[in-house]
């Protein structure tokens, strides 16, 4: 075993016997719990080579009792100290090597007159620590265990300053008597006097806390920001951070990009956690890697920023207002957990809000592998979609779902005004006891996600995915209400080809802006498409109630399901509906309902397949032989 370096940020302090730190003290150094042994020490001289021996296994401690740093004995990761001919205690090595890897040399606040006591005003002294650490390169700035009592605003050059505590609980910045708009911290630095990616070491902020005000009103956090015409802040880490209080926690705003948050607690903000506003070259590669989001009534995350890429990866929002505001950007979580309470939501209330801003590029929100906990008695939805424009992309993959029905009304709900596009693929409910939530699209559609099973919703143009459910929605997602009615008598088709085995037992279709009237015959059916035919699978009862209502679900079941063979063996079916009678009805679809080809929707046919005199749909009356066509429409909804 080659020798560790030591000892670690929690030995490295000593004390004498009433207490206080054994400052400007000498040390002996033994190898065994007895004190008999001295140990075999060298000394570091900030390269990762062992130097000379140490006579006498001496070493000194500062004016504020912290240990010089020394290479332990090989193969030992602890020695015994002995300050001034005191009790022997023991010390231990670095294992993990973060604080005294990092190159270069270690400012430690304490040796500036910082007390850390909680209610001294330290400022002057880590405003002069920080100050003598930018004037050099690759330092740390370094905050022992205790709590830091700040009166102004701290600004660091983060290119040359690395800001490292003894742990977020052990070490605590305190920013006491801001104003609000304020910041407590500044992290930036200015390019046109230095350039390129930060050099080691590359944490920005490690170990430490920081500990706000709460309520309305109150001053911010940290700001990733330089207020020079060509500031930058990024190509940054953060690591065991911890965020409580504030009004906004984390601001990143101009030319911040490349940043990454680790193990860091967000806790309590009163409006936001994190926010990316919209400012300038700003937004690249932002990921949070088991982080946890707790508390408040403030959103965790705010996204106004085009061209935002952000990754959320074993992270976990629990209990405050709102995990998600996006409205520009793409942002991707996986494996996340996401579970509320009752002190905040309320009536139509959401936990993550897709909301386009104005025209910007369509924004994407992706969840893969996520948790939505069975907490959430306050809210109405768990995922919400608005926007000004809309056509914005939604894909949730493998949702484990255990919110019911009577907790949250809707898992997703597309409230417009225009549409977006949303995939579910892969979900998990796994109440049996309950109701489950349900999904609702653009157009008011519903379907409530199968308690124990897994489903599918796709868009128009898609090919269906996993699917085990029984009801087909034959209609787009984003479909608008027709107001031309359909033929009588004229059998109105809808194409697609299924990518796995589907049993289908009900099709459904919803009312546009007409509804039906003096039907004699109203059905469904499900055929096979094969060497240019159609051969009838499955058919309903006739039933003259269906579509007497405008902006209206209908469901119909088949007299016997049938199951669909999936693709790669390139099975083709259609959808049917047929209506006779005096007044037909008008279909939600996202063209004409008698074009000679409805394009982009669901109840998609070529001019050959309408049929005039049609009052059955056992055999179908087809002039000449016809080919489905090369662009077949799929199959919107699954459930």
Same mark, same amino acid.
């Given at each position: ?15 004498? %016997?009433? *207490?206080?730190?054994? !400052?400007?003290?000498? @040390? /002996?150094? #033994?190898?065994?719990? $007895?004190?008999?042994? +001295? ?89 002069? %620590?920080? *100050?003598?650490?930018? !004037?050099?390169?690759? @330092? /740390?700035? #370094?905050?022992?265990? $205790?709590?830091?009592? +700040? ?489």
């Amino acid at each position: 075993m080659a020798r560790l370096l030591g000892p670690d940020a929690g030995s490295r302090y000593a004390y004498r %016997a009433d *207490g206080s730190p054994a !400052a400007n003290a000498t @040390a /002996v150094v #033994y190898a065994n719990s $007895g004190g008999t042994v +001295l140990a075999d020490l060298r000394a570091f001289d900030g390269s990762e080579t062992p130097g000379a021996v140490i006579l006498g296994s001496q070493v000194a401690y500062d004016g504020d009792g912290q240990s010089e740093l020394f290479w332990f004995p090989a193969g030992q990761d602890r020695v015994w100290v002995s300050v001034d001919g005191g009790p022997v205690f023991p010390v231990d090595a670095d294992n993990n090597r973060r604080i005294d890897r990092l190159p270069g040399p270690v400012y430690n606040v304490r040796s500036y007159g910082a007390t850390g006591d909680g209610t001294t005003d330290d400022t002057a002294a880590v405003l002069a %620590a920080t *100050g003598a650490a930018e !004037a050099d390169q690759r @330092a /740390v700035l #370094y905050f022992p265990p $205790g709590t830091y009592k +700040l009166t102004a605003p701290w600004s660091v050059n983060s290119r040359r300053v690395s800001i490292v505590g003894a742990g977020a609980q052990a070490t605590t910045i305190l920013p006491t008597g801001l104003t609000s708009g304020q910041y407590a911290l500044t992290l930036g630095w200015d390019n046109n006097v230095e350039t390129g990616f930060k050099p080691e070491p590359y944490d920005a902020i490690r170990g430490v806390g920081f500990l706000g005000p709460t309520g309305a009103g109150q001053a911010n956090c940290l700001r990733l920001y330089n207020a020079s015409g060509n500031g930058r802040a990024h190509s940054l880490t953060f690591r065991d951070v911890g965020f409580e209080g504030f009004d906004v926690q984390v601001d990143i705003t101009s030319n911040s990009y490349l940043l990454g948050f680790d193990r860091c607690f967000f806790t309590n903000p009163q409006t936001y956690g994190v926010r990316i506003g919209l400012v300038t070259n700003a937004g690249e590669n932002i990921a949070f890697s088991s982080c946890t989001f707790a508390d408040g009534p403030g959103t965790m995350v705010f996204v106004d920023q085009p061209g935002t890429s952000m990754y959320f990866t074993a992270c976990s929002f629990d209990y405050h207002a709102r995990a998600l505001h996006q409205r520009a950007g793409q942002v991707f979580m996986s494996h996340c957990h996401f579970e509320t309470g009752t002190t905040y939501g309320g009536a139509g209330a959401e936990f993550l809000l897709l909301d386009r801003r104005g025209s910007v590029d369509r924004p994407v929100l992706s969840l893969t592998d996520c948790n939505f906990y069975n907490a959430w008695d306050n809210y109405d939805t768990c995922i919400q979609l608005l926007g000004d424009n809309g056509d914005q992309a939604l894909r949730v993959t493998n949702p484990s779902i255990r919110v019911t029905g009577t907790q949250a009304a809707y898992f997703i709900r597309d409230d417009g005004p225009f549409p977006s596009d949303i995939q579910v693929s892969g979900a998990w409910y796994s109440r049996s006891d309950l109701a489950p939530p349900k999904l609702r699209n653009q157009a008011g559609l519903e379907w409530p996600i199968t308690a124990g099973q897994r489903y599918t919703h796709a868009g128009p143009g898609r090919r269906m995915r996993r699917t085990l459910a029984s009801v087909v929605e034959p209609f787009p997602v984003w479909g608008a209400r027709g107001s031309e009615a359909l033929t009588s008598g004229r059998i109105y088709l809808s194409l697609f080809q299924p990518q796995e085995e589907i049993t289908i037992s009900k099709v459904a279709f919803f009312t546009g802006g007409t509804a039906a009237s003096g039907l004699t015959l109203a059905k469904v059916a499900l055929y096979e498409y094969s060497a240019s035919q159609l051969t009838l699978r499955a058919q309903s009862a006739s039933n003259t109630a269906l579509a007497s209502a405008t902006n209206t679900r209908y469901e119909q079941a088949l007299t016997s399901p049938y199951r669909c063979i999936a693709d790669p063996t390139g099975k083709i079916y259609a959808l049917a509906v047929l209506f006779v009678g005096t007044t037909m009805p008008a279909l939600v679809t996202a063209g004409n309902n008698n074009a000679a080809f409805m394009r982009d929707a669901t109840y998609g046919y070529p001019a050959g397949l309408m049929v005039s005199s049609q009052t059955d749909m056992a055999t179908p009356i087809f002039p000449g032989s016809w080919s489905a066509p090369d662009r077949l429409v799929y199959m919107v909804g699954v459930m």
